[in-house]
């Protein structure tokens, strides 16, 4: 399985990006899917996840009232808009695959393992 995020760029604060996690090798169907970030010199931080179905979604404490992750299993892409964007959201935004314990989704970056991680797209957002 082979993750690849796309969407990020350059925005300024308030503005929006929609980011998108697409997969080669196998469907992203059967896997719930986290969304982290990692800005330079701080830990990798839960955004939000989605279960396989959407019946699980939780989102982290930065996300919550601004981002929406969501799938569309027809295109087999996850995606996770972000609006209201703040200069302390710069950061590189990886999404990983998963499964999920007692059918909740997991956004601790500890659980997903190496080889289900994309390699990252930069989001900068300017004051």
């Known amino acids: 399985l082979q993750l690849v995020e796309s969407g990020g760029g350059l925005v300024q604060s308030g503005g929006s990006l929609r980011l998108s996690c697409a997969a080669s090798g196998r469907t992203l169907n059967y896997y719930s899917i986290g969304w982290f970030r990692q800005a330079p010199g701080k830990e990798r931080e839960g955004v939000a996840c989605i279960s396989e179905s959407g019946d699980s979604i939780i989102y982290g404490d930065s996300a919550k009232d601004r981002f929406t992750v969501s799938r569309d299993n027809a295109k087999d892409t996850v995606y996770l808009q972000m609006d209201s964007l703040k200069p302390e959201d710069t950061a590189v935004y990886y999404c990983?695959?998963?499964?999920?314990?007692?059918?909740?989704?997991?956004?601790?970056?500890?659980?997903?393992?190496?080889?289900?991680w994309g390699k990252g797209t930069q989001v900068t957002v300017s004051s």
């Open positions: 990983a695959a998963g499964g999920t314990i007692e059918g909740m989704c997991i956004i601790d970056a500890s659980y997903y393992g190496m080889d289900y």
